[in-house]
């Protein structure tokens, strides 16, 4: 299981971290992702972590947000900092080994 929290309403250039909590065994060898869903569009991908830490991100994200894992909680984080009114999505985490989803977390940025 997959849990999302952290999204909520912020204005532009303002910051947020989700968190993704995992009930998962051998979380800590798992590759995670975090992928983001706007209204009417299909679902995208964000960034990865690997069980090792290697990060990558979509060119949307890059020197924005920040993906990061806490294996002794399992525990992934994304930290979006400068968000933009197209950043608004749901978004989701995603264990790849086990292709399981999260219930989302709405992000909404707005004036």
């Known amino acids: 299981q997959l849990v999302e929290s952290g999204g909520g309403l912020v204005q532009p250039g303002g910051s947020l971290r989700l968190s993704c909590a995992a009930s998962?065994?051998?979380?800590?060898?798992?590759?995670m992702s975090w992928y983001r869903q706007a209204p009417g569009s299909a679902r995208d991908w964000v960034a990865n972590?690997?069980?090792?830490?290697?990060?990558f991100y979509a060119d949307s994200a890059k020197g924005r947000f920040t993906i990061s894992r806490d294996n002794a909680k399992n525990v992934m984080y994304l930290q979006m900092n400068s968000l933009k009114p197209e950043d608004t999505a749901v978004y989701y985490c995603?264990?790849?080994?086990?292709?399981?989803w999260g219930q989302g977390t709405q992000v909404t940025v707005s004036a």
């Open positions: 995603y264990n790849v080994h086990r292709n399981l």
């Open positions: 998962v065994p051998f979380f800590s060898s798992h590759t």
């Open positions: 972590i690997s069980g090792g830490g290697d990060t």
